[in-house]
């Protein structure tokens, strides 16, 4: 006769339990979460303006206090000068080609300045109240537009150092401006009277070619790429308006809860995909968030928690650069590594290889030009211990066949309990070790599965009783395992009842059970009605 065939065995494992949706991370926010942060500390007062120059490295100015500071953000966010002017710095704008800077201050003075040498190129002063804002075309280099508490927008020659045109149509503080991406002619402004006015330098009469009502104080305007829509950010909402439909409202983001202050547009800039040259709306505001906003698809595609309320927002035009301004006078900025960081990265952050490559790949002490070269492979000789064991550490390639080798299946001493049919030992085997509830609960559910776990129960000695109330006492009124072991402490209770009143040991556990049972209660009573006060402050959030 043929000797009968014994089947493979398994370990038991415990069932799978349900585990928590969490939300999946979408290429999206990876790209925003890819921004390293750093923290630019010790700043003097809030961080009121923060504008990138057009033109590379893209150095940022950060208006704080009475100082306009410019930081390189290739050089690991080193400040690369200092200006300093005589009021708090409300506003700070690039010219076009990146070598003049425009900086207003609450004195009612617009300055411009040498990038390079700091020095003061031409002051201009017309308004009477404190200036908010300061804005250089796009393409222009001899104009630029300004806006105060006097609720006078000005249109400034540079050159000469007079007001072209004074737009008179607000009724309250101007805030904020923009210029056309299209044409130089046109400017929007916000005011605190809740409106925001398209004007045209062509036109002298000092009338706004079109008007739209934010409905709350205006804090940041801003045109979007194409040129044709707008977004104004007041409130704890950021609305975007169509200026082609005749000041239309497209949509309005309200997922804020404080005010709105500073908005600007960043681009997803990846190589190729989905994602790949897409704008985003970046909006801060008062409450620590910066939200990420896809005006495309009309919704918040990323945010990030910040400590300290949010002043100013600002992202560079080759995507590698973020910034935030907050109002204790920190500067959160981020940056992406691409191949240039590392070939021009700091030392510690190169190999042994490649330092010596930086160190020679100019020249050498002769200027005889380059000298570094590839090293040298080792050749192994057959005496070398590491002869014999080359080639265990290559790796396969796409079309290699892995050959594996059959893991061994390592049974525990309830597997191979289980396996001869001895289930009570199984069981009073993997109740004591209760470092591991896991093993015990697979076990359970085997004897369940089997239908021999009543069985078992019922052929325990007091000894063995005392371990599994034990073990009852403590894992029962754990959510994981309640639903198994709750019935079971009823059936141990109903089955063994003659036992326990017999022995006060086991009638200790059972007081013992019957408080975790009255307390896991009282918990759950607690978070309903915790419960009951989140969740309508939560069905109103999710409305925003």
Partial sequence: MAEPQISKTFPVKPKQKPKPRTPKQTPE??????????????????????????????????????????????????????????????????????????????????????????????????????????????????????????????????????????????????????????DSNMFITGSYDHTVKLWDVRDKDSSSVTEVNHGKPVEDVMFLPSGGLIATAGGDS?????????????????????????????????????????????????????????????????????????????FSPDCMTRVIGT???????????????????????????????????????LGLGPVAEEPRIRVLKPTSFRYFQRGQSEKPSERDYLVMRPKKVKLGEHDKLLKKFRHKEALVSVLGRTKNPENAMAVMEELVSRKKLLKCVLNLDLEELGVLLMFLQKYSTMPRYSRLLMGLTEKVIEMRADDIRASTELKGLIRNIKRAVEEE????????????????????????
Wanted: aromatic content about 8%.
């Fill in 29 to 182: 926010s990876k790209y925003w979460s890819s921004f390293k942060t750093k923290q630019i500390p010790n700043l003097i007062a809030s961080i009121n303006s923060l504008t990138f120059s057009p033109t590379a490295p893209h150095s940022f100015a950060a208006a704080h206090s009475t100082s306009l500071t410019l930081y390189n953000p290739q050089n690991q966010f080193s400040r690369s000068s200092n200006i300093s002017l005589n009021d708090v710095v409300s506003s700070a704008s690039f010219r076009s080609d990146g070598l003049l800077i425009a900086a207003a201050d609450l004195s009612g003075l617009v300055q411009v300045f040498d990038v390079k040498t700091r020095t003061p190129l031409r002051r201009l002063r017309s308004h009477t109240r404190p200036v908010r804002f300061v804005k250089f075309p796009v393409a222009d280099k001899l104009h630029l537009v300004s806006g105060g508490d006097d609720a006078v927008v000005k249109y400034w020659d540079v050159a000469g150092e007079t007001t072209i045109c004074d737009f008179l149509g607000h009724k309250d503080y101007v805030r904020c401006g923009d210029w056309s991406p299209n």
């Fill in 238 to 314: 950021v609305k975007i308006w169509d200026l082609i439909g005749g000041g239309k409202l497209v949509y309005s983001m309200e997922s804020h809860n404080k005010t709105v202050t500073s908005i600007c547009v960043g681009k997803v800039g990846k190589l190729s995909g989905e994602e790949a040259q897409q704008y985003r709306i970046l909006s801060v505001a008062l409450d620590g968030y910066m939200k990420v906003f896809d005006y495309a698809k009309m919704k918040v595609t990323h945010s990030m928690r910040f400590p300290a309320p949010l002043m100013s927002v600002g």
């Fill in 327 to 365: 109002s204790n006078g920190i500067i959160y900025a981020g940056r992406r590594k691409n191949k240039e960081d590392v070939e021009s990265g700091s030392d510690e952050e190169l190999t042994k290889y490649e330092r010596r490559l930086k160190k020679l790949g100019s020249g050498n002490a």
């Fill in 521 to 544: 209660i009282r918990i759950q009573q607690s978070l309903q009605e915790i419960q009951g006060v989140i969740s309508p402050l939560l069905r109103i959030t999710g409305r925003r």
